[in-house]
């Protein structure tokens, strides 16, 4: 069980650095952003996620439609009762926690 997790990890680990890549080579490119949102939104990067998929839309707001996905929408809500519930300090930690440095550097 454990062995198929890793793999998962691993391919979820090639698909960020192709997109990372992608959007260091067009960072004008709300599409790219759109989908290693997407892509983290289904690793459980929750905060990459969300703010990978705004990133896109203010770029191109005809991405705009992806925001009012059940699932994205979902995890805002998440996101949000998390900061509610969770002391600053241990919020902290766990967005640091979260494999998002390379968003971070792109956003």
Known sequence: SSGSGSGLNARF?????????????NPGSAQICQAW???ELQAGNTWAALALLERSVRTDP???PVLRW????AARMALSAQRQHCPRSKLTARLLQINACAVTECC
């Open 37 to 39: 949102g997407l892509l």
């Open 13 to 25: 680990a090639r698909c960020r650095a192709v997109l990372q890549q992608g959007l260091q080579l």
């Open 62 to 64: 005809a991405c705009s």
């Open 70 to 73: 059940r699932t994205v929408q």
